[in-house]
C-alpha cells in the first residue's frame, strides 16, 4: 500500500516540475482518447492501456463512435448495445444497466476512460466521445470481474484547435423530449473548456412511466509544459424516474396482449439517484521514450429505488399474478488511483512496449432494504385494481468496504515485420469486511483473496493491414458478488469464480476507411454461480459453464457517401456436463446492420436491422424456464442539413410495428419492446 500511494504521489508531482521546460506547441484536444473516422475507430487506449491501433490489439472489440450515437439517436447504454452482436441487454429491474457478455451477466463490469464505475445506475451518452465494449475476461487490464468483457466509455475532452458549441433538441413519438449542448471554449493555446449539459423528460409506452434526468460535465484540461498535460473533470448526475419492471409469463413464455399494463403501484415504483464523479488525470513524458500517467477518480453516488413487481408467472390469460415489493437504498463512495508507466525500448531486432501499472480501491457501501407488505398480495387481470403498500421492517442492513490493490506488468513485443506478442501478468489483494445490521445479533464478515492473472496474445501479420491473432486470457470475480455488499456464511468460504478464454480471430483493414473482424472463441468459468430461478434474491451453485462462439463484424464505408456498422454473433452457452441447462440471456444467434446513405451533400437516409434469436430469461434449468421468442426489428433515419450549422434528423424506431420481447430480470420481469415510434431532433453547430 505504501508503495503504492508513493508511486501515485511522485506522477502527480512531476508535472510541476515539468512545468518550468519550454511550453508544447500541440493544439489538438489536450487529453487524448483515440482517433475515429465516421463509424470506424482508428485505435484504442483502454484494451492495452497504451495507445494502439485496433488491429494491433489481440482481441474482439466493438467501437460505436460519436458519428454513429447521433446518427441512430441513440440515448442510453441499451440503445448502444442493442446494436452489437454478442451483448445483450439485461432489464436490470428498471433501475440500472444490466448486460450479459459472452454468457456472463454483469451489472458492474462498466469502466469510464478505462477506470472502474461499477454502481448499480443509467448511464448517459450526452458526454461520450465513443463507446467500446470488450469481449472475454481480461483481468490484466481492467482487474476483477469482466468475466465476459467490459463495457467502457471514453469521456468528450477539451481542444485548445479552436471553439465551438453545438446544440440539440429533440423529441418522440411518446411525449419524452431532451434538450443537450455541449461547449468548447480555449482559455490560451494550451489550455480549454469544455462542458457538456443535458436535460431528458422521459417517457416510453408504458403506462404509468415518465421521470427526469439531468446532468453537466465541466472539464478543465491543460498543457503544463514539457510534453505533460492535466485535465479536471467533474459530472453531477441527476435521474428521477418509475422503476419498470415489465409484465409476468404464462406458460414458460411472455405473457401477451398487456405490452403497456403496468404492474407495480403507481407512485410507488420510483428510483432516484444523486452522483458526483470526480476524475483528475495528469499525463506527460518522463524521456523521449518513457510516458506516464495517473487518474483518480472520486464517486459520490446516493441511490434509491422502490418497487412492486410480479413475483411469479400469471395463472392464466385472464388470471392472478402474484405480487412483491421492497425498497432499497444504497450509498456508495468509490476511490480509484491508476498510475501507468509505458517504456518504448529496442532490443536487438525487438521493439518493446511495455506497460508498468499500479491500482489502489476503496469503495464503501451502505444497503438496507425493507420488504413490502401489500394489502393484496395479488394482481387479478380480470379486475386491476391496484394495492397499497408499506415497507415496516428492516429486512437487510449492511455497511461493506472493499480494498484492492494490483501491480501489473505488459509487454507488447515486435518481432520483426510479422509477428507481434502481448505478455503480462496482474496481481490482485482484494479484501472486503463488513457487517450484517440486521437481523440482530450484528454480523460481522470479511474474506481477503490473493490472485494472480495471466494474458498472452499473438499476432501475425502478413500485411500491415491484415493481423490473424491468437490469445488466451483469466479473470476472476470474488464470492461477495459484483456489488460486494455483503458475504454469507456460506460464501465466506469459498474460492473466487474463475474465468478463462481461449479466443482466434483476424483483423482487416480492407481500406483505411472499411474493417472487417472475425473471432472464434470458448469461455470457460468455474466454480459458477447464479441467481436461483425460483427465488432470484438466493445464489445458488452451477458448477462449470462453457461459453463457445463465433463473432463477425464490418464496420466503413462501402462506398462514398454508404456508411455502415454491422455484425454477426453466434454463441453457445451452456452447464458442463449438463447440456439440457442453458445460459440466461444468452441467444444463439444475433444480427445487425446499420446503414447511412448520403444521397447529396445535405440528404441522407439511414436503414437498420437487428435480429435475435429466442433466449431464456434465466438460467435454464426445467422446462418451464421462461423463453423470449426470436424477433427482427427495422429502424430509419432520415438526415437534411438546412444549412451549414442546422441539421433536422428523423429517426423511426420498430418500423414495421413488431411485437418483440427484447430483454428480462427473471421468469417473471419480461420488458416488452416498444411500437413504432419516431423521435425528431433538431441539430446546430457554431
Known sequence: MRLLLTSTAILLTCPVAAMAQEPATELEPII??????????????????????????????????RAQLDDQGMHSLGDVLRYVPGATVGQGEGNRDQITLRGQNTTADFFLDGVRDDTQ??????????????????????????????????????????????????????????????????????????INAIYENLGNHRDHYDGERYAVNPYLAAELGGGWRAGLSWEYV???????????????????????????????????????????????DLA???????????????????????????TSQRGIIPLAAYTDPTTRQNLLVQSN????????????????????GDQQSANQRRNGVLSNPTF?????????????????????????????????????DHFELVAGIRYDRFDITGVDLQPNPDRPFERADDKVSPRLGLIYKPRSNLSIYGSY????????????????????????????????????????????TAAVFRLDRTNATTPDPLNPTVTINV????????????????RPGWQISGGYSWQDARLQGNDSVRLAQTPKQQFSLWNRYDVSRRLGFGLGVTHQASQFAAIRTAPSTTRLPAFTRVDAAVFYEVNDTVQLQLNIENLFDTTYFPDAHNNANISTGAPLNARLTLSTRF
Open 121 to 194: 445506475y443509467f448511464r448517459g451518452l450526452y458526454n461520450l466521445e465513443r463507446v467500446e465494449v470488450l469481449r472475454g475476461p481480461y483481468a490484466l487490464i481492467f482487474g476483477r470481474g469482466g468475466g465476459g468483457g467490459i463495457v467502457n466509455r471514453v469521456q468528450k475532452t477539451p481542444s485548445a484547435g479552436g471553439a465551438f458549441a453545438t446544440g440539440r433538441l429533440s423529441a418522440n413519438s411518446f411525449g419524452a423530449w431532451d434538450v443537450s449542448a455541449d461547449v468548447n471554449a480555449p482559455i490560451s493555446d494550451r489550455a480549454a473548456f469544455r
Open 473 to 516: 486470457s483469466q479473470s476472476f470475480l470474488p464470492r461477495s458478488g459484483d456489488q460486494f455488499l455483503t458475504l454469507s456464511v456460506t460464501q465466506q468460504n469459498l474460492e473466487p469464480e474463475e474465468f478463462t478464454n481461449h479466443e482466434v480471430g483476424a483483423k482487416w483493414a480492407i481500406r483505411p476507411d472499411l474493417n472487417v
Open 380 to 416: 387479478n387481470l380480470a379486475d386491476p385494481v391496484f394495492p397499497t403498500v408499506t415497507f415496516p421492517a428492516l429486512s437487510r442492513d449492511t455497511v461493506s468496504n472493499v480494498g484492492s490493490v494490483s501491480a501489473y506488468v505488459q509487454d507488447q513485443i515486435r518481432l520483426g
Open 543 to 558: 458448477g462449470e459453464t462453457r461459453t463457445e462462439g463465433v463473432e463477425l463484424a464490418v464496420t466503413g464505408r462501402l
Open 238 to 284: 441527476n435521474d428521477d424516474r418509475v422503476v419498470d419492471r415489465g409484465i409476468p409469463s404464462l406458460a414458460g413464455a411472455p405473457l401477451t396482449g398487456y405490452r403497456d399494463q403496468f404492474f407495480g403501484v403507481p407512485g410507488i415504483n420510483r428510483t432516484t439517484l444523486d452522483a458526483h464523479i470526480i476524475k483528475l488525470r495528469v499525463d506527460g
Open 288 to 314: 523521449d521514450n518513457i510516458r506516464a500517467s495517473t487518474t483518480v477518480l472520486y464517486g459520490d453516488y446516493d441511490k434509491v429505488y422502490t418497487n412492486v413487481f410480479a413475483n411469479g408467472p400469471a
Open 341 to 360: 508507466l509505458v517504456w518504448d525500448v529496442t532490443t536487438g531486432w525487438m521493439t518493446h512496449k511495455i506497460l508498468f501499472g499500479l491500482e489502489y
Open 32 to 65: 487524448v482518447t483515440g482517433q475515429a473516422r465516421g463509424y470506424i475507430a482508428i485505435d484504442s487506449v483502454t484494451a492495452t492501456k497504451t495507445d494502439t491501433p485496433l488491429i494491433d490489439v489481440p482481441q474482439s472489440i466493438n467501437v460505436v463512435t
